[in-house]
């Protein structure tokens, strides 16, 4: 393994040879108003955007064959400070995977990168130079209560579970940041790390899920999955509101979290629930303010958890009717008044629907990105490789105003990412020209997907 230093040095050296070109956009001068950001990222889907004024940090992921566990291949963007286009591409050091980012008041970035046991942290200036890194431990994880046996998790000593890299989230608190994961004992919890001159440093540890049993799926054929099905249950979502407000939320499907929630907290959940979603909040000094349970009854899907002013916003899909043309939208709004359950939205666009991310427009409307149209496998996991971008306007409280008309690229398409962008119009990132399913299954060159930022003003 690379060490520490080692790292540094190398990561350095990416920052630096990594700058540059390679990416279209608009030419962003001459004053008055910037023509519209046009930036394609070829064989890279845009997964998650965020902006800062004019400027944005985009982070990309490169499709991948069926794999335990699962390994993240990403890659971050960086764009001039007039965000007219792309100004640094980092790569994460070979045995790691990028797994997030967040973006600091003062433009800095602090990024999450994870092995298939550690974490580490690292913070950048809003140029991309490495400032510091930290080597993240938590020797608590490894006596987490357990509900259950404990021998079904497999690493009790490993900061990420057995399945995948991918169960670990950053969210800004001004220049401090959180960081939500789920340990090899499957456990999920919550840090708080200050930042200053010196670097990255603990402030507080919190629980937010105790260790349960997790079942593991598989598919029995095929080369992709569309939507991370395949590790969800291990996964979770995490956001910060401005003010400092903490949301941590994980899908209950395949999972014993119900009964373990229970006797951790004493918080008694209807043990007849076996779909849907826990949220957790936390105030900025990490006060536990209770957790929601949003029971969606059928199989569900949890992929984006936003702020939306006082309200916490989850969404995902939900298996509305076991067709192929099944699994609907979800939207769950939970209001600041945290009670012990919620109810959801169920949005239905065209055939198969799922949303990605949601976001706030200044006028309190909702913006959701998504997919839409395609179909699945009524008794399996196989998604189809034709599916369009979904874009939807909602009142605060939820309701569906309009769907918004974007023009498909070939194949699978996915809206993923939304940031507001200037004052001027939204920053849109995502993924068009991707496989199905089973797209690859008897040639891996048809393993590949194109992703974008576009910028929209409607």
Known sequence: MTGRHGVAAILLALLVACGGGGADGGDGGGGGNPAPLQLVTPG?????????????????????????????????????????????????????????????????????????????????????????????????AASDPFFGDPASARDHQSLLPYYTRDAARLAPLGEDVALAFRSGRNAVVLHRLGYSGAGLSK??????????????????????????????????????????????????????????????????????????????????????????LIDTQQRSELHALRWVGAQVAAAGRVRSRQVADGWDAFLALVPAGIGTTTAYRVLDFEAGDVVFDVAQRADGRLLLAGSTGYTQNPTGASISEESKPLLALLSPDGQLQQRVTLTPGLRHNQLRALAPLRDTGWLSGGMENGPGTHSADTDAALLVADGYLRELRF
Do not use: C
């Open 44 to 140: 890279q889907a845009v997964i998650k955007v965020r902006s800062l004024g004019a400027a944005w940090v985009a982070l990309t992921e490169k499709a991948r064959t069926l794999e335990i566990p699962t390994r993240p291949e990403r890659r971050l963007l960086i764009s001039q400070a007039d965000g007219s286009r792309q100004a640094m591409d980092f790569l994460p050091p070979p045995g790691w995977s990028l797994l997030d980012f967040a973006l600091h008041p003062s433009g800095q970035i602090t990024l999450l990168l994870g092995s298939d046991r550690e974490l580490r942290l690292l913070r950048l200036s809003a140029a991309g130079q490495l400032l510091h890194e930290l080597d993240f431990t938590d020797p608590q």
């Open 203 to 292: 402030q507080w540890r919190r629980l937010v899920e105790p260790g349960v049993y997790i079942g593991a799926r598989f598919l029995t054929g095929g080369s992709f999955d569309p939507f991370k099905s395949l590790d969800q249950q291990w996964r979770l979502v995490l956001d910060a509101d401005p003010l400092g407000g903490i949301a941590v939320a994980v899908t209950l499907d395949f999972t014993d979290l119900i009964e373990g929630h229970s006797q951790q907290f004493g918080e008694p959940l209807d043990p007849r629930v076996a779909n849907g979603v826990l949220l957790s909040k936390f105030s900025t000094a990490g006060i536990r303010q209770g957790t929601v």
